[in-house]
């Protein structure tokens, strides 16, 4: 479980020497405004601020960002007023608060022909602060990681809205590690059997992967070095959601999907 010196290290660590009081003080009014109410997991509803707090602080956003993450429902769920969040936290905290409260309160439907207006409705709120959409992201991702709480129809619905738009967006801003987990978490529920396949097929061929991974990138670096080229190379395995789309588009089965590993070459490093 998170906790909030987690939290305070990351930051520290992305912004050293920074007052981190402002968080302390948002996590102390999370917690008394939250207090008694609990998550269908059972678990104090305190957690899941923490761990929206917790992505944003991995992802090295400011200060006010990651204390508006902790505050993020304290005025939807809670009897917390936008007045008493501007009053103890300041204009640009109570801004970002309010924004995400409005995006909450949107009615997003997820069916092809409407997502233009899907966007808008979004892109109109990143014109006023980019960091609202930013914390919508991260709170999206930790409801998909806990999205085995809640019934299945509801599991459906939430992710089709996810794969339709709030992957989408995080792809366009070039988040690109939130777009793919959400993608994968969205697979797990909309195609749960197809899910299970690739995570076997893909896990049991793992020590092979690894040691591919390894050769591979050990070959480019030295060629890399042979041409006087300084650079970092990285390779991953390709997510789920990406092979199983490929799978399905192609009509081919998991044995014929070759390329499931891709390679990144940073030059310069």
């Given amino acids: ?38 998550r269908l997991s059972g678990e104090s509803y305190l957690i899941h601020p923490l761990e929206v ?7 090295k956003m400011d200060i006010a960002t990651v204390a508006a993450g902790l505050l993020h429902d304290t005025v939807e769920d809670t009897f917390a007023t936008p007045e008493e969040v501007r009053e103890l936290f300041g204009p640009e905290i109570a801004a970002l608060v309010d924004g995400l409260t409005k995006i909450s309160k949107m009615t997003l439907a997820t069916h092809e022909e409407q997502q233009s207006e899907n966007f808008r409705k979004m892109l ?12 919508k992201l991260a709170d999206r991702l930790h409801n998909m990681r806990t999205l085995q709480y809640l019934a299945k129809e509801s599991q459906v619905k939430i992710s089709q809205e996810t794969l339709d738009i709030y992957a989408p967006i995080a ?26 396949n690739l995570t076997a097929a893909i896990a049991w061929k793992k020590e092979e992967r690894e040691k591919y991974l390894q050769e591979v990138s050990s070959i480019i670096s030295e060629k890399l070095a042979s041409y006087g080229l300084a650079g970092r190379v990285s390779g991953r395995p390709k997510h789920f959601h990406s092979i199983y789309r490929k799978m399905k588009a192609q009509n081919l089965e998991f044995e014929q999907v ?9 030059l310069g490093e």
């Fill in 53 to 59: 707090a917790a992505i944003l602080a991995d992802m």
């Fill in 124 to 135: 109109l709120a990143m014109s006023k602060d980019i960091r609202i959409v930013i914390i």
């Fill in 171 to 196: 792809g366009r801003l070039g988040i690109d590690r939130i777009k793919t987990e959400l993608e994968d978490l969205t697979l797990r529920y909309l195609h749960p059997e197809e899910y299970q």
């Fill in 1 to 38: 479980m998170i906790r909030l010196n987690d939290i305070l290290e990351k930051v520290s660590l992305n912004f050293p020497g920074v007052d981190l009081s402002l968080i302390e003080k948002a996590y102390v009014y999370t917690a008394k405004v939250h207090l008694g109410q609990v």
């Fill in 258 to 266: 070759f390329d499931l590993i891709a390679f990144r070459i940073i």
